[in-house]
């Protein structure tokens, strides 16, 4: 039979083979959970109105809570099931209300296959240093004002707020990162009632703000490729080290296939197959896996290629990742070649355009060969994007064309033969 709790009965209860509840007789539904170690735990038990859920809350530990101080939460708890209100969606809604920025970041980049590395530092690197003054705090407290405010701030004067003419492209991936981080944590997070924790996420009043960056086209013009071509050919057989060789061998890759600068320096040996003229790559940028054409010039050069010992990296460096990241010394001397400053994604667009407009590959097959994810329904869906040996003509037009223009840089008398098949 129950009856009422007090510090007395409490004290006398005695632990059992498991878990025991004794309720209290003046406010039903409030108890005493018992563990077998003898731990006490005030509790209380209802009926949500109207929703037909029957809801257990714990109250806390007897001894951080007196007797009376429990019953008294009971109640309480007890009159907002009785309106209809299910105390545990309040406390998630009070838990949720506390999540910082740095916490929803946290979560956010430790789903499992949903980022890759660049995209999780980039992240990271936003909130560590755009939102640093923002990252331990919760996110319903980021506002509209405050997104304005730290944008312009950007724009004007860059992230530590000394740099003239400020920072427009990173301004806008900063808070393209931020907009991704507070519309996960309301898919998250709900409020009681079930609304989302953000009901309207702020960055959105930047949408008449955002400065529309022109889309970069730096390149190497048609009339200099040969030049440069050319020079890394030269500049190969003077290489004096091996990182040096790396570097160079590295760029010519790079004019070869049109990779992204990510892909072709961390390639493997494991990843190569020079006997069918083709090179596997199980995760690039758009993650969708593919074999690549090796052209005969771009077959060469991997032969060519020394293996290090313990290195399992086509492109090998001392440094500590153990491959060529930036080579970025080679490309402050082939913009002089050039004419301006290329980086290694301008090679990128230099393929592009020598595909396009010299070779005359049509745009489909161009995409294909830069790994760009293309629109086309039948591709995507029907046709086998996975293997593009059977553009390997299309690598030996581009390649071709190189070595045609490196020819006519380095003086010799050509003449144009007509294009592979």
């Not at 920072?167 to 709900?190: C, D, E, I, M, T």
Request: aromatic share 6%.
């Amino acid at each position: 039979m129950a009856s009422k709790l007090t510090k007395t009965v409490v004290d006398r209860i005695k632990p059992g083979p498991k878990d025991e509840f004794h309720w209290d007789a003046e406010v039903k539904g409030f108890g005493a959970r018992v563990t077998p170690k003898g731990k006490i735990t005030f509790v209380v038990q209802g009926r949500v109105e109207g929703s037909g859920k029957e809801a257990r809350i714990t109250i806390g530990a007897y001894g951080v809570f007196t007797v009376d101080q429990a019953r008294d939460v009971a109640k309480e708890h007890l009159r907002s099931m009785r309106m209809g209100n299910d105390p545990r969606d309040t406390k998630r809604q009070s838990e949720a209300m506390k999540i910082t920025l740095q916490a929803v970041c946290d979560a956010y980049v430790s789903r499992p296959g949903k980022l890759k590395a660049t995209s999780k530092e980039a992240i990271e690197r936003h909130v560590r240093t755009t939102f640093e003054a923002w990252k331990d705090k919760p996110v319903v407290n980021i506002t509209e004002d405050m997104c304005r405010t730290r944008y312009r701030e950007m724009l004007t004067k860059g992230l530590r707020g000394n740099r003239e003419g400020g920072s427009p492209g990173q301004a806008n991936q900063a808070f393209s990162v931020l907009g991704a981080l507070l519309n996960y944590a309301a898919r998250q997070h709900k409020r009681a009632d079930g609304s989302p924790l953000i009901p309207h996420n702020p960055v959105g009043i930047l949408r008449d703000d955002k400065v529309r960056l022109k889309p970069r086209t730096a390149r190497i013009l048609d009339n200099k490729v040969g030049a440069a071509w050319h020079a890394l050919t030269e500049w190969r057989a003077t290489a004096h080290n091996r990182d040096t060789m790396s570097s160079i061998d590295l760029v010519r890759f790079l004019m070869l296939t049109g990779l992204r600068i990510s892909e072709a320096s961390s390639l493997k040996w494991s990843q190569v197959h020079l006997e069918d003229a083709y090179f596997h790559l199980p995760n690039p940028k758009n993650s969708n896996p593919v074999s690549m054409p090796l052209s005969t010039q771009a077959a060469e050069l991997l032969k060519a290629r020394p293996k290090v010992d313990d290195n399992p990296y086509v492109f090998p460096s001392w440094g500590v990742l153990g491959h060529i990241k930036d080579p970025r010394d080679l490309m402050k001397k082939l913009s002089g070649v050039a004419g301006s400053a290329i980086t290694p994604h301008a090679l990128r667009r230099t393929y592009t355009n020598i595909a396009l407009r010299q070779c005359r590959i049509e745009k489909f097959r161009t995409d294909l060969l830069t790994n760009h994810i293309t629109r086309d329904v039948t591709a995507e869906h029907y046709f086998d994007t996975a293997n593009l040996q059977w553009l390997q003509p299309e690598a030996q037009k581009i390649a071709d064309w190189l070595d045609l223009e490196a020819a006519k840089a380095a003086g010799a008398n050509v003449v144009a033969l007509p294009q592979r098949a």
